[in-house]
């Protein structure tokens, strides 16, 4: 399914708002992970910012204006809203 909102479909129609925040999230991530090297640390921040840089890409490539696309979220499961592999990164990434 088309997913323009935010992770597990939630916020929908918010594409261009979300894409900004992500761009900004990601910048940070990457200061922290220049800052903090430490493995455990390093890999939840690294799954974190794998995940939403790869659902920028899927907003850059499937948008028809500026962030204005969608992910696609592929995963279906029937207790849990649909999600991505880029979803389950930064969930994984942040549970650790």
Known sequence: ????????SS???????IGVLAIGVALWLVIMLRRN????EAWALAL?????????????ARGDGFLDG???DF???WWIPNFN???ASITIGAAL
Do not use: K, M, S, Y
């Not at 399914?1 to 597990?8: E, I, K, Q, S």
């Open 1 to 8: 399914t088309r997913n323009t909102g935010a992770a597990f």
């Open 11 to 17: 916020f929908q129609g918010a594409g261009p708002l």
């Open 37 to 40: 090297p430490r493995p455990p």
């Open 48 to 60: 974190v910012l794998g995940g939403a840089v790869g659902n920028l890409i899927d907003r850059f």
């Open 70 to 72: 969608a992910v696609v």
């Open 75 to 77: 995963i279906e499961w």
């Open 85 to 87: 592999i880029a979803d």
